[in-house]
């Protein structure tokens, strides 16, 4: 069975600073990784999708990474502004099912 | 089509009454998922349809749940005899997938409050 877990829960870092996101899971055989963000009381809004086949993918400010073997992936974000504050999710797909983390909510310090 | 809609926003109810909700998802997607989320949690798949059948269910949803995909387009998501557990955020979400490749785009939710 697929779980997918988000490391650290909570996360605060002055703005400006360069911060990364991790999510693992337990099954490396996946179709695809999707990083999310979701702001309180809203759906969610995504990020950056990674297919099984490709190793990382950029949008922007935000970098997300897949080591498909180790069952990693890490969501970097560079130079951070208070809008970047939110909830971050990762969810893979696998066995048909598409298993979210509990997410990891950022703040970021004016 | 400017994304995944969902109705009503918000529903409060009187445990043991029956909610609907509906979702539209973006045109031309062949999937359409379902979620539960939580406060501080992160969404909990509940079912999802290929067109208009319904693949699979979570052994979450109890049978006071059921969903539908008439035709293919819209769903509905109908919970009977509301317990205040049910209480939480129902999320949609429409893909297009295609040789097992998809990404997902959710709708805004229906926060669902049982009182």
């Known amino acids: 069975k697929q779980e997918v877990t988000q490391i650290p829960a909570a996360l605060s870092v002055p703005e400006g600073e360069n911060l990364v996101l991790n999510c693992s899971f337990t099954d490396s055989a996946i179709y695809n990784l999707q990083w999310f963000r979701q702001d309180p009381g809203k759906g969610l809004t995504s990020l950056l999708l990674i297919q099984s086949s490709q190793r990382e993918q950029t949008s922007g400010r935000l970098n997300a990474s897949l080591d498909k073997s180790s069952g990693r992936s890490t969501l970097y974000i560079a130079a951070s502004q208070p809008g970047d504050s939110a909830t971050y999710l990762c969810a893979v797909r696998s066995d048909d099912k598409i298993i979210f983390g509990k997410g990891t909510r950022l703040h970021i310090l004016p | 089509d400017t994304g995944v809609s969902q109705d009503p926003r918000h529903k409060i109810t009187k445990r043991g009454q029956n909610v609907t909700f509906r979702c539209d998802p973006i045109s031309e997607h062949n999937r359409l998922y379902w979620y539960r989320q939580t406060l501080g949690q992160g969404p909990e798949f509940l079912t999802y349809?290929?067109?208009?059948?319904?693949?699979?269910k979570s052994r979450l949803l109890s049978d006071r749940f059921s969903a539908e995909r008439p035709k293919g387009s819209f769903s509905t998501l109908e919970i009977q005899r509301t317990e205040q557990g049910d209480s939480a955020m129902y999320l949609c979400?429409?893909?297009?997938?295609?040789?097992?490749?998809?990404?997902?785009?959710f709708g805004s939710g229906t926060q669902l409050s049982v009182l």
């Open positions: 349809f290929q067109n208009e059948a319904q693949l699979e």
């Open positions: 979400a429409s893909s297009l997938e295609v040789d097992g490749n998809e990404k997902l785009f």
